[in-house]
């Protein structure tokens, strides 16, 4: 029985093998007659000895069922996006920033690959199996679409290293290439089925299908570009050493990653892709930058919504010719006007157009946009469509001059524009419905209140049926009133009521968020949070108290006071918190030892992690960041530290092992 049970772990091991080759490289090492054979040996042998099926088996990949809806998955570390550069002189820009955090004077090694367009995906392996596979989501929490992702004959079921990880992360985009997206659509051109815009929205839509037979059906393969969390982190000194052990543990990785030094070697790498890029199988927007040491990038840290480590180079967009019908001016949340162009629909990169932001009046002057031009239109970034240029030649009589309005088209405030600022408000704070209406939308966001089910079109209802005006009257919401809005059946109905209630329950950090005040993200939030114990206390704070957080500027500080003080702001939270929205505090230790003062972190700790001292530290009082400055208190040096070690030293920054810090904690 052992010969035979060998004999199964074998063949999945070589079938493994081989579908990665052909899946995932397209270097198929035997012919498909062959690589049949041992499917079917596979397949008897599990026939005749169920009980030794190997639940790693490529022939459990499928499930037999479609699945009733997707379940919300948290990342355990965030699945952050990357900040854009279009230009030379935006990259050099990004290297001397990690050269002054770093306080290097040689150029930086960067990891460069090609940036791949398509749906990312991070995949849980515990133990060198995979557990499961969610989608980015809002890069805290994912979708689990752990049924397609095991269609996918590239990605192996368990990984090849010995010993695997106890625990780790691999990130990726999961693509169609080119030739198999042709294939494909010419198969389904001829039976009648659904011919894709493009091989990203095909993957996309095959990620997001609860039934899995409909992504095994098509040519999805995965590659993987990172990690995230990572048990044996220590073990590895760059990130060239993590995509090398991805590789060796059957992960496909870009065959094109490549190591680069400095902004010159960057840009000989992205000219060298940018000439490659319409005869590679797959399709790419850019190349990505990661800094290769792995230290540097724990020292470098994040900013809210992407690693400073980190960048893409994108390339300059495709451009399409299009005719301006007609400008309108939106209002934002914070009463921003912003014009935008109506235009004659156009195709752009796969996708249809219809309208473009215009940005603000100088950007209109600027470029000498008028109301009936033909314009170039780009989607920026390959994402929001803006207007590049005019084509003059075609420039006709019946053009209009774009005049900005005086009033706003919402609730005929003024509007006015500040000195020094390019954006144009609107004065009519909490009467503008326009206002309203966006700052609805933000509190019922998945990062504000998470209220699932009170979509855009629902908000529109209530607000035009008066049956809210501010965010507390989402709570005063009965079914008898949900049910009588359009298309709101008794099913929907009390999967609302049920989503309000359970948002109920919410931390003072996205409290804080959801409350939408100028320049406050989540980040901020978060700073708030951390550094006032109560919502009252953040209510009567003051300048001089919130100046000394951390990156909060006068500005911000302002803004916050700003919102505090006006008495209709401070009536629709307190009525939030009358209608039972329970604010989640943060615990507090009673031990503020370490009030006022600053760590650094540096080397590898023995006793704790790096994580672990930081909360010990921030639990009692003190504040962690990731470079040494006069400003630092302590650097905690634990084995092999980096060149932090070094600047400490030079500017005369105490520094202590981890025994020593928790000496100063206990005995101060």
């Known amino acids: 029985m052992r010969n035979i049970e060998s004999k199964i772990k074998q063949l999945i091991q070589e079938i493994d093998f081989h579908n990665s080759q052909y899946h995932g490289l397209d270097n198929p090492k035997i012919s498909d007659s062959e690589f049949d054979q041992l499917v079917r040996t596979l397949i008897k042998l599990e026939h005749e000895y169920p009980h030794l099926i190997q639940p790693d088996s490529p022939t459990q990949r499928v499930g037999s069922k479609p699945i009733q809806g997707f379940t919300q998955v948290d990342h355990l570390t965030?699945?952050?996006?990357?900040?854009?550069?279009?230009?030379s002189d935006d990259l050099l820009s990004f290297e001397n920033r990690i050269?002054?955090?770093?306080?290097?004077?040689?150029?930086?090694?960067?990891?460069?690959?090609?940036?791949?367009?398509?749906?990312?995906?991070?995949?849980?392996?515990?133990?060198?199996?995979?557990?499961?596979?969610?989608t980015r989501g809002d890069g805290v929490t994912g979708e689990d679409v752990t049924h397609n992702v095991l269609t996918i004959k590239s990605i192996p079921m368990k990984l090849n290293s010995i010993p695997p990880p106890k625990t780790i992360e691999i990130r990726g985009e999961i693509i169609i290439t080119k030739k198999d997206f042709e294939t494909m659509n010419n198969v389904n051109a001829k039976t009648g089925l659904k011919v894709f815009a493009n091989p990203r929205n095909a993957a996309a839509g095959s990620i997001r299908q609860l039934d899995p037979n409909v992504a095994q059906n098509r040519p999805l393969k995965f590659y993987a570009h990172g990690y995230g969390m990572l048990s044996n982190q220590e073990d590895f000194s760059s990130h060239q050493d993590v995509i090398r052990f991805l590789r060796n543990s059957g992960i496909i990785t870009s065959p094109y990653s490549t190591?680069?030094?400095?902004?010159?070697?960057?840009?000989?790498?992205?000219?060298?892709?940018?000439?490659l890029r319409d005869s590679l199988d797959f399709e790419i927007d850019g190349v990505v930058y990661k800094v290769n040491k792995l230290s540097f990038q724990k020292d470098l840290g994040f900013v809210s919504k992407a690693p400073r480590w980190a960048i893409a180079h994108k390339f300059s967009s495709v451009e399409v010719e299009s005719k301006i019908i007609d400008v309108n001016f939106q209002v934002g949340r914070t009463g921003t006007i912003?014009?935008?162009?109506?235009?004659?629909p156009i195709n752009v990169g796969g996708v249809m157009v219809s309208n473009a932001t215009l940005h603000n009046m100088d950007e209109i002057k600027r470029?000498?946009?008028?109301?009936?031009?033909?314009?170039?239109?780009?989607?920026?970034?390959?994402?929001?469509?803006?207007?590049?240029?005019?084509?003059?030649?075609k420039r006709g009589e019946k053009t209009k001059e774009i005049i900005f309005p005086k009033k706003c088209p919402s609730c005929e405030s003024d509007i006015v524009r500040k000195d020094g600022e390019s954006a144009a408000k609107c004065t009519g704070g909490s009467h503008c419905p326009d206002q309203i209406r966006e700052g609805l939308k933000h509190f019922v966001s998945r990062k504000a209140f998470d209220i699932d089910g009170l979509g855009e079109k629902i908000i529109d209802q209530l607000l035009v049926s008066n049956m809210i005006k501010s965010t507390s009257d989402l709570y005063a919401l009965d079914a008898e009133k949900i049910i009588s809005l359009e298309r709101m059946a008794e099913r929907s109905t009390d999967k609302l009521i049920s989503s309000i209630k359970a948002s109920k329950a919410i931390s003072f950090e996205r409290f804080i968020y959801a409350q939408g005040i100028n320049d406050v993200g989540l980040a901020t939030s978060k700073a708030l949070a951390d550094n006032f114990p109560t919502l009252e206390d953040l209510i009567n704070t003051d300048m001089h108290q919130l100046m000394n957080i951390h990156d909060i500027g006068p500005?911000?500080?302002k803004n916050i006071l700003m919102f505090f003080a006006v008495e209709q702001?401070?009536?629709?939270?307190?009525r939030l918190i009358k209608m039972g929205v329970q604010i989640e505090y943060r615990p507090r230790h009673d031990n503020q030892i370490l009030k006022n003062q600053t760590f650094v972190l540096t080397g590898s700790l023995t006793s704790m992690s790096?994580?672990?001292?930081?909360?010990?530290?921030?639990?009692?009082?003190?504040?962690?960041?990731?470079?040494?400055?006069?400003k630092t208190s302590y650097l905690v040096a634990g084995k092999k530290p980096g060149s932090k070690i070094n600047k400490a030293n030079d500017i005369g920054v105490t520094i202590i092992n981890e025994d020593q810090l928790v000496s100063l904690i206990n005995n101060g």
Do not use: W
């Open 78 to 87: 965030p699945m952050l996006s990357l900040d854009n550069v279009f230009s």
């Open 99 to 134: 050269k002054d955090r770093l306080s290097l004077d040689k150029d930086v090694e960067f990891i460069a690959e090609p940036k791949l367009d398509g749906v990312a995906v991070n995949l849980v392996y515990e133990s060198g199996k995979l557990e499961y596979a969610t």
């Open 259 to 275: 190591l680069v030094k400095g902004t010159s070697g960057c840009i000989m790498f992205y000219e060298k892709i940018d000439a």
């Open 338 to 344: 912003t014009p935008v162009a109506k235009l004659k």
């Open 367 to 393: 470029k000498d946009i008028r109301n009936g031009d033909y314009v170039f239109v780009r989607r920026a970034g390959d994402v929001i469509p803006e207007i590049v240029s005019i084509n003059k030649k």
């Open 555 to 557: 500005v911000v500080a």
């Open 569 to 574: 702001n401070l009536n629709n939270i307190r």
């Open 610 to 630: 790096r994580i672990e001292a930081q909360e010990i530290i921030e639990n009692n009082g003190g504040r962690v960041t990731s470079s040494v400055s006069t």
